[in-house]
């Protein structure tokens, strides 16, 4: 098995681009990476798209098909791979087995998803269709219905509190206003969604006890990456070198009522156990991590199933600022889903370029963790049921 | 790069499955390629699912993810693979590569699609969706049309006829109504659809010059092959282990009118040529071969395009009967797409199992090729801009 080096990296603003088709952004995207890695002469082997949605939402398939020809890759091997809000982490995860094997050499990996394309109840439908269609999605259950009941069996079990989810909402949205690729630009504060009497205006129940500034917003957006042996990525680019150390993926039961503890979150704990036997790390030696927080209550218990906290004490971890930059272990430096949006199919590939950009400490001040050398990302498909986790390097 | 053998294959009948969700489909076809391989206590490390049309056609996402919690194989890794009608072939490669990494041992690799789900223009219309959407889709066009445009232009460049295409349809009918897994059972007559007064009602134009029996079914359906490296097969299976010898993948013009020539099927040459490469062998030395004949010109055209032919001499050759059981390279021995059926996302799957049964000398007389040693296979996404090749190898 090579190693594998990420040498081009590359993202657009996400957010609502009525103006853009779905091909439009991942080219956009792909663009960037492939300038970023200065590949020159060097042909593109293959292209993995991550998309949960072209089917459903633009009437189009085969989106790799048109991708490579967009980018006059031809005659480059392309595959689309869908995991719904994984997908993008399922794109990486086959891009880099594709260059391990020795197979392919140079492999552009994006990730992308039109979503604003539809709005309300049919964009929450849209991703609902990832439920079971016979036990769960015949009954209406949605999934920030699923998060919601998650929030309220923790918040029993383990006393989680409101101020603990809102303590993330605010830092998140924070760490967005400071990205110019974040959806969501704008601070937030405890007065206005918790305190003062307007916030049951401001930020009304969305799944109770969720409100909506614990839910991630719905947007258009794509990202890239460029692989390559990690042998031939010293010779291929300027950048210090990131190397995916290892990954892991794991599925869980297709309904949340069929598992023994709801709250045991399995396939975060063995992705990440997987993805760190593979690099030879445990979870202390992470120095920021970009988790999968398409509700603030995922960010909590994904914190403690990566083993940053034990369980129960991820929430009261965030509230005392220990996600914080600066504090013990950095979450969501990007602003997260719940900042930087959450285009189902990119969010997976975005996790890994904000990653790579820290790696390689090329964020202002601010924004970069100081000396950063693992990074990790937990990239959250189904309710819990299909998950991936990668940790990178700075090589 | 480890070498990947097949171990298990499993195939359920092709045809209009009312009573099945895509789900059961894959889920049936899974078994029958895990009870064939015998694996016993071994667990399955990753499963991938090749399907085009979960999210138009069922309005479900993540079959992957629903399919390894119905065969119990949590927590196993899954991924959906989406190329248009290679939808298979292209779950199968990235399964290939996912054990040629030494990342996974054993792999799961199961298409299906649920078509009849839909009818008349509906069905033709899902597949549009895999043409360009702004000067394609937008102005009606469909693949029956495009296939029809291209037919005419091979009739006119190299003097293809409709006695030549008809001479597939019968040949490959014939083959149908001995397999019990093919959609359609029926034999045709060169009269019936050719030469009667009565072929104008039996047999109506499609898309002229092509008419009903040049073109595949809508079927439901689905199939699944058992990976693992080469040194573990023979210790798990009591089979003779066929080997993945040799594949190639290639793209073309999302276009067909951007195509310098547009009967030059340069995907179907560069992916069979990646293929022979890798497998060490050329075209004399195939066996047997299952070619993507969603219409009964595609299997003349990639006859020729593999090598098995020279440029214009497919459908003479088809007429002189060299590509029957017995004939110079037998070619849709299954009944191909024509007979078997065309489940989009289950066809590359089919074309892999039924090369198995032919490298491993399990077929009865009257559908085996006798001695059969290599075998190639042609899964064509798009018209011709994506296309898969692999070559098996009796071990």
Partial sequence: MRDVAIIGVGMIPFGRRDQDTLVDMLAYASLKALDDAKLGEKAVDAVYVGNMGGGILQHQTAIASALVDRLSLLPAAADTVENGPASGGSAMKNGVLAVASGYYDAVLVAGGEKMREVTGWRATDFVATLTHPEVEYHYGITLPGMAGMFTRLYMETYGLTREMLV?????????????????????????????????????????????LYDACPVSDGAAAVLLCPLDQAKKLTEHVPVVVAGFGQATDTHTL???????????????????????????????????????????????????????????????????????????????????????VGATGVAQIVDITWQLRHELPKGRQVENATYGLTVNFGGFGNNVLSFIMKRA
């Avoid at 994904?302 to 996600?323: W, Y």
């Fill in 257 to 343: 009522q069929e598992r023994e503890d709801p709250t045991d979150l399995k396939s975060v704990t063995l992705a990440s156990q997987q993805a760190y036997k593979r690099a030879g790390i445990e979870p202390k030696d992470i120095d920021v991590a970009e988790l999968h927080d398409a509700f603030t209550i995922l960010e909590v218990a994904e914190s403690e199933h990566v083993g940053f906290f034990e369980k129960g004490e991820g929430g009261k971890a965030a509230l005392a600022g220990e996600t914080k930059l600066g504090g013990k272990i950095p979450i969501n430096v990007s602003g997260g889903l719940k900042a930087r949006g959450h285009p």
């Fill in 167 to 211: 303590a993330i909402a605010i830092k998140n949205q924070a760490m967005g206003a400071l990205n110019p690729y974040a959806h969501v630009e704008m601070n937030i504060t405890k007065e206005g969604i918790l305190d003062s009497p307007h916030s049951v205006v401001n930020n009304p129940t969305v799944a109770d006890p969720l409100h």
